[in-house]
């Protein structure tokens, strides 16, 4: 069964910082891996979406990274902004079925 | 901006009861989901519709669950006979044919 982890499951950094968030599954067989952003008692948001056939997606100061022979995905947020605090899945689909992870809680100070 | 939505925000049944949550997708969305996240844990897939049947379900998805398209635009997840642990936020997402799906905020159930 696909199991996906992600790594650190809390993070704070000051406004202005790069950061890394990190995501790894153990079943590389996946149709795509989609980052999402969930507000407290929120639903969740779509981010970025790659396809099991990309390397990487950008949008704004967003870059996610995918490298399914590792199991591994990576988020890149750039220039960090109190407005990006909150809790960042990952979820990849196996087989028309989804998984997450458990989510990494960002908070960015100002 | 079309966005999915979702009654009631919040249900509180007792045990043993009969519960449905609506959803309504976007409108010219094809596929259809369900998930749950019980309270400080992951999302879980429960079931994707499309074509007005089941495409895939997770083990999840027992006897006690079903979903139904009554009509052209509600979207709906049944659960028989509650228990105390299906209490969760159950959400609702559609999808175009893009694989980004578009989530629903939630309604969250509280079974006593």
């Known amino acids: 069964k696909q199991e996906v982890t992600q790594i650190p499951a809390a993070l704070s950094v000051p406004e202005g910082e790069n950061l890394v968030l990190n995501c790894s599954f153990t079943?590389?067989?996946?149709?795509?891996l989609q980052w999402f952003r969930q507000d407290p008692g929120k639903g969740l948001t779509s981010l970025l979406l790659?396809?099991?056939?990309?390397r990487e997606q950008t949008s704004g100061r967003l870059n996610a990274s995918l490298d399914k022979s590792s199991g591994r995905s990576t988020l890149y947020i750039a220039a960090s902004q109190p407005g990006d605090s909150a809790t960042y899945l990952c979820?990849?689909?196996?087989?028309?079925?989804?998984?997450f992870g458990s989510g990494t809680k960002l908070n960015v100070k100002p | 901006e079309p966005e999915v939505t979702q009654t009631p925000s919040h249900q509180v049944t007792q045990m043993g009861q009969e519960v449905i949550l609506r959803c309504v997708p976007i409108?010219?969305?094809?596929?259809f989901y369900w998930y749950r996240q019980i309270l400080g844990q992951k999302v879980e897939f429960l079931v994707s519709?499309?074509?007005?049947?089941?495409?895939?379900k997770s083990e999840i998805f027992d006897d006690q669950f079903s979903v139904e398209r009554p009509d052209g635009s509600n979207f709906t997840l049944k659960i028989r006979s509650t228990k105390l642990e299906d209490s969760a936020m159950y959400f609702c997402?559609?999808?175009?044919?893009?694989?980004?799906?578009?989530f629903g905020p939630g309604t969250r159930l509280t079974v006593l």
């Open positions: 997402a559609s999808e175009q044919s893009t694989d980004t799906q578009y």
């Open positions: 979820a990849v689909e196996n087989f028309n079925k989804f998984y």
């Open positions: 519709f499309y074509n007005n049947e089941i495409s895939e």
């Open positions: 409108s010219n969305h094809l596929y």
């Open positions: 079943d590389s067989a996946i149709y795509n």
């Open positions: 790659i396809q099991s056939s990309q």
